[in-house]
């Protein structure tokens, strides 16, 4: 038996403790709902490059509607197993005032290709609004950091509930119903 000491102890506990503090810190935040105090007004979108399967938004513009900003692109398979649930939301409340925008931010350079993007909406089936975002203005303004990650902005144009990753559909889906139940501003 080979006895250590307590030196090599300590420099293994500083190790676990940073790598699990790494690990911790890494974690992409939970998202939730967000408190009409910590609300604050959702920045426009911005450098969009094309709009695809709509006329160019504005979000002032659609105040009085719900917005589902979802930034995504079309090799992340997290996307991909998300983007069932945000084209379902598309079709079944987009007659009762919620308005979905695919935001399409590119991880590698092929993906900023117009081309490419049109061939996956075709291939995928969207029939939402897809603004292209390469330069990664509208992703900035959102402060986001993740692929996918939905954003629900209020008829008063907040933003009041996120969600990074995949998962929490039933309670994203509870949120875009409570937030159309909600009366629309005046002069909306």
């Known amino acids: 038996m080979r006895l250590r000491s307590p030196l090599t102890f300590f420099a293994v506990a500083?190790?676990?403790?940073?790598?699990?503090?790494?690990l911790t810190f890494a974690a992409p935040p939970l998202g939730g709902d967000i408190s009409a105090a910590e609300a604050q007004a959702a920045p426009e979108f911005q450098n969009i490059d094309t709009w695809?399967?709509?006329?160019?938004?504005?979000?002032?513009?659609?105040?009085?509607?719900?917005?589902?900003?979802d930034f995504w692109t079309y090799t992340c398979i997290n996307c991909?197993?998300?983007?069932?649930?945000?084209?379902?939301?598309n079709e079944k409340y987009k007659d009762k005032g919620l308005v979905v925008v695919g935001v399409h931010t590119p991880e590698?350079?092929?993906e900023k290709s117009t081309k490419n993007v049109k061939d996956a909406i075709q291939r995928l089936q969207i029939k939402h609004a897809v603004a292209q975002?390469?330069?990664?203005?509208?992703?900035k303004?959102?402060?986001?950091?993740y692929w996918p990650a939905v954003y629900l902005i209020d008829k008063q144009g907040k933003i009041v509930y996120s969600h990074f990753g995949e998962g929490s559909y039933g309670t994203t889906e509870k949120k875009i119903q409570a937030l159309l139940a909600?009366?629309?501003?005046?002069g909306s």
Request: charged share 20%; net charge neutral; hydrophobic share 45%.
């Open 14 to 22: 500083i190790a676990a403790s940073a790598a699990a503090l790494t």
């Open 52 to 69: 695809l399967n709509s006329q160019p938004l504005k979000l002032e513009e659609l105040r009085g509607k719900v917005v589902l900003v």
């Open 80 to 89: 991909l197993n998300h983007l069932p649930y945000v084209k379902d939301w």
């Open 108 to 110: 590698f350079a092929y």
């Open 133 to 139: 975002d390469n330069s990664y203005g509208t992703w």
């Open 141 to 145: 303004a959102f402060k986001n950091q």
């Open 182 to 186: 909600e009366p629309a501003p005046a």
